[in-house]
């Protein structure tokens, strides 16, 4: 089941302007983190935000968690074309005999154009 | 450090047939999962494996499966195959997959069943 869900599905943006990209989520959590997708590739790790937490830093990113309100966003500054991807955030729930996995949206599609 | 291997890249089978896939975590890392990615239903979770055990299982028909050898190294099998078990499958290893923990990707098996 998803736990997250990113708004917007799809955002397109012309080069140098920031994205703002939205995560909401539906059970508590003790982390949300942030992924990259190149298309058809793997994912990258991009940023990991604690519950305790309400913004982090990360070079261009931003993150900001809302526990209050189960929403995260991950914020791009100045972007470039080369940061055109798709974005998920992912949770992680305990599932038994000690570990974790990982919920991840359906994320939001990135086009930078130059 | 060399990062997550999968083989192969590509993989083209016809229904009915099976299929194996290999994974090659980080040296070092005792976690492997395994993900579908579709278009449709987004990135879910399939199995993880720890120091040769399974640990967690995703919502999947038992034609689904998994083992982990003692380097770690994992496959998954997937037997009589459907169409719609088309989908681009990941595997990430982690040291330990415990909260927080974060998740390197390899680049995926695309696997098209006609």
């Known amino acids: 089941s998803q736990q997250g869900e990113e708004d917007p599905q799809a955002l397109s943006i012309q080069e140098g302007e920031n994205a703002t990209m939205n995560c909401s989520y539906k059970t508590s959590i003790n982390n949300l983190q942030w992924y990259r997708q190149n298309s058809g590739r793997g994912l990258v790790h991009l940023i990991l935000?604690?519950?305790?937490?309400r913004e982090k830093h990360s070079g261009r990113l931003r993150v900001t968690l809302d526990t209050s309100k189960k929403s995260s966003s991950l914020l791009i500054t100045a972007s470039r074309a080369a940061d055109t991807a798709s974005y998920f955030c992912?949770?992680?729930?305990?599932?038994?005999?000690?570990?974790?996995?990982?919920?991840f949206g359906k994320g939001t599609k990135l086009s930078v154009i130059p | 450090k060399a990062g997550v291997t999968q083989t192969p890249r590509y993989l083209i089978k016809t229904r009915g047939q099976q299929v194996t896939l290999s994974c090659s975590p980080i040296?070092?890392?005792?976690?492997v999962s395994w993900y579908q990615q579709t278009p449709g239903q987004g990135l879910q979770f399939l199995f993880e494996?720890?120091?040769?055990?399974?640990?967690n299982k995703g919502n999947f028909p038992g034609r689904f499966s998994g083992r982990q050898f003692s380097n770690s190294r994992s496959e998954m099998n997937v037997s009589t195959l459907e169409l719609g078990d088309s989908a681009l499958y990941l595997c990430?290893?982690?040291?330990?997959?415990?909260?927080?923990?974060?998740?390197?990707f390899g680049q995926g098996t695309r696997l098209t069943v006609v």
């Open positions: 935000i604690r519950s305790n937490e």
């Open positions: 990430a290893s982690s040291l330990a997959m415990v909260r927080g923990t974060e998740a390197f």
């Open positions: 040296s070092g890392h005792r976690s």
């Open positions: 992912a949770t992680d729930a305990r599932s038994g005999a000690g570990s974790y996995q990982l919920t």
């Open positions: 494996y720890f120091s040769e055990t399974q640990r």
